[in-house]
């Protein structure tokens, strides 16, 4: 069954280089249909719904919808605040009082387990009402997708990165350190490998959180690599954890904190500096960096992929479809590939997406756990977009020494 009323989009949890597109492609389908009367964009989040911190997006311009959809990070802001049965009360309340018939909030499995609480409290009120989850995380950890927006433009970042980072320990060798983002899943620190070009070229050592991490056994992986070709550049994912399932971050604070949802708060530049410390004092290897890519990876203006790009915006405008099409009353947009390389966009309960998360596959790391396979290369290399280019090295050939 149809409804008629008005419509509210927000955004959650952390950005990305294009979830504006998301937005936008809402925005823009949203104001093709009579059914939706006003659309509100809620500032940060649900906070902003129960603030009553609204936007009107009814009639903004398609010129300054499309310079927003090319801006990265939220227009809208964030929160993390995960609502309970008292903010939903508070959130149904202004609802009412706006007439909202229709929700769609732009995020990850914390923001799709917002979305199902605030429709089992919508079902329980018996207020018709409609509310749809539009995919959003750079930790590609999103259950049933073969890939979330945003993953795609934070891949190429740390591709790139380590581009660059490669052809400086060619230059200058040492060792080299990269923390990249992922608390659970390792698909971010994976793509590290995506910008490798020739068979020594880094990253040499990949750790993820699939994977248990021991001290020991990532000094041998250094040694043997650093030995073989005097150089040596590590990803590590911030979320890696040793055999008991602690988090090697989480050990190095005195007080551990965390955030609304429960999450440890992780460590910052502080597990790059411990890995470093160690290789320093061990393996008596002086040149040794590392860098903690931080939020330069979720919303790097300059490296954005155009596939990425796209398919934020198709997910974005499919929530609005299928919220307005009379047949389903809430859902989460699910991304499937097609083929070598296409993708469809079908809809899912948002049960099978709301709190959980999706792991790196087996298939895609090596037996060893310190680097992926070419199964993982095959999968995310056409997530980078057309616009990525790999390095090029001088072939001519070396100079006799006069005798």
Do not use: W
């Not at 940060?44 to 911190?53: L, P, S, T």
């Not at 929160?79 to 009412?96: G, H, L, M, S, W």
């Not at 060893?368 to 290369?377: I, L, S």
């Amino acid at each position: 069954m149809k409804i008629t009323g008005n419509a509210v989009i927000a955004q959650g949890g952390g950005p990305t280089a294009v979830i504006n597109q998301s937005l936008v492609g809402a925005v823009l389908e949203m104001q093709q249909h009579s059914e939706i009367t006003g659309i509100y964009g809620a500032l940060h989040g649900v906070k902003g719904i129960i603030d009553e911190d609204f936007i009107d997006l009814s009639f903004e311009t398609p010129g300054n919808l499309e310079a927003v959809a090319n801006t990265p990070c939220s227009a809208l802001f964030s929160t993390r605040d995960k609502p309970n049965a008292e903010y939903c009360e508070q959130i149904f309340k202004v609802f009412k009082k706006y007439n909202i018939r229709y929700f769609f909030y732009i995020g990850g499995n914390d923001s799709s387990d917002t979305v199902r609480i605030v429709n089992e409290y919508a079902e329980k009120e018996d207020y018709d009402f409609r509310a749809f989850h539009i995919p959003k995380t750079i930790d590609n950890d999103l259950e049933l997708n073969d890939h979330t927006p945003g993953y795609g433009s934070a891949a190429k970042f740390v591709a790139e990165a380590f581009m660059g980072a490669n052809l400086e320990t060619k230059a200058l060798p040492g060792i080299y350190i990269g923390v990249v983002m992922g608390r659970h899943a390792g698909f971010l620190t994976a793509a590290a490998a995506l910008g490798r070009t020739l068979p020594d070229d880094g990253p040499h050592l990949v750790y993820m959180p699939e994977r248990a991490f021991d001290i020991d056994e990532f000094l041998k992986d250094v040694k043997v690599v650093y030995e073989r070709l005097g150089r040596c550049l590590i990803a590590v994912s911030e979320g890696i954890i040793d055999k008991e399932g602690t988090l090697i971050a989480a050990k190095l604070k005195e007080n551990v904190t965390r955030d609304a949802h429960g999450n440890i708060e992780l460590a910052g530049g502080e597990l790059g500096e411990m890995l470093s410390k160690k290789i320093k004092e061990t393996l008596h290897i002086s040149r040794v960096r590392a860098d903690t890519f931080g939020y330069l990876q979720r919303s790097f203006a300059g490296t954005v992929s155009v596939t990425d790009q796209i398919e934020a915006r198709e997910a974005g405008a499919k929530a609005v479809i299928y919220g307005v099409s009379g047949h389903y009353k809430s859902g989460s947009i699910i991304i499937k590939r097609v083929g070598d390389y296409d993708v469809a966009y079908e809809l899912t309960d948002l049960a099978n997406i709301a709190a959980k998360t999706r792991h790196m596959p087996d298939s895609y790391i090596t037996k060893e756990g310190n680097q992926v396979t070419g199964a993982f290369m095959k999968y995310g290399f056409p997530l980078l977009g057309s616009t990525f280019k790999k390095t090029a090295t001088l072939k001519a050939q070396k100079v006799d020494k006069i005798k």
